[in-house]
């Protein structure tokens, strides 16, 4: 059968031996060693500007393909005829947000099912996300609030929040969210990653940063910057 049927959850994603380079010939080629994330992880993976972070999480998302090496779900090579059938499985938040000129229930939902304004789930991510308070508004009300074309009514953290609660839309099994707090203070980046991590205990949440985002609730830090230093560690587990 398909192996992202309704029924089987993506309980891994793996990288072995990638290597990849962008066809425009800048002469940027990532490579990555051994990584594997688990259902569940909670992950940063921080680095400069240029160190390659936004293209591992397309080669993990199965936007873009490498030139050497595999990367796996579930133990299944991922190419361009199966990735597909993993999308539902996937939620991922760009640091570019498309938006429609409609209310912020349809920018969340992007019309994918058949729920109501009020359905509780979405209710309660508003407030997971903190959009209600930033608003000041009633949950149901942010729902219902019209939004310019391309999100020019919201500030660029309110743009940001909506863009974690449609990442968040489908409970995804993995969650990418690639700068997708940088928008926002400390205190409030923390407390939406607080949130969400509570709530999504058994989704995979990797976080794209150009810092190291100080924060106990991380399993796995990952240094991009360390891939240029042999010497140094990749991976830092707490």
């Given at each position: 059968g398909n192996p992202a049927s309704e029924d089987c959850d993506l309980k891994f994603i793996e990288l072995e031996g990638v290597s990849f380079s962008h066809k425009n010939g800048n002469g940027f080629r990532l490579e990555v060693p051994n990584l594997a994330f688990r259902k569940g992880e909670k992950v940063i993976l921080f680095g400069a500007s240029g160190s390659g972070k936004s293209t591992l999480f397309d080669l993990m998302c199965g936007f873009q393909f490498s030139d050497i090496g595999e990367v796996r779900y579930n133990s299944e090579v991922i190419d361009n005829r199966n990735v597909f059938s993993y999308y539902p499985k996937i939620g991922f938040v760009p640091q570019r947000l498309f938006m429609l000129a409609d209310t912020v229930f349809q920018n969340i939902t992007l019309g994918l099912v058949d729920v109501g304004q009020d359905d509780p789930s979405l209710l309660r991510m508003?407030?997971?996300?903190?959009?209600?308070?930033?608003?000041?508004?009633?949950?149901?009300d942010v729902l219902r609030l019209e939004v310019n074309d391309e999100g020019s009514s919201l500030s660029g953290g309110q743009v940001q929040r909506l863009g974690i609660a449609r990442g968040l839309f489908n409970e995804p099994d993995f969650l990418f969210l690639d700068e997708t707090i940088s928008g926002l203070d400390k205190k409030s980046s923390r407390e939406i990653l607080e949130n969400i991590f509570s709530e999504y205990r058994n989704s995979t949440?990797?976080?794209i940063s150009h810092s190291n985002f100080r924060s106990d609730n991380f399993d796995t830090i990952i240094n991009l910057d360390d891939l240029k230093s042999k010497s140094k560690p990749l991976i830092c587990t707490i």
């Open positions: 508003i407030k997971l996300v903190g959009l209600d308070k930033a608003l000041n508004l009633d949950p149901i949440i990797i976080v």
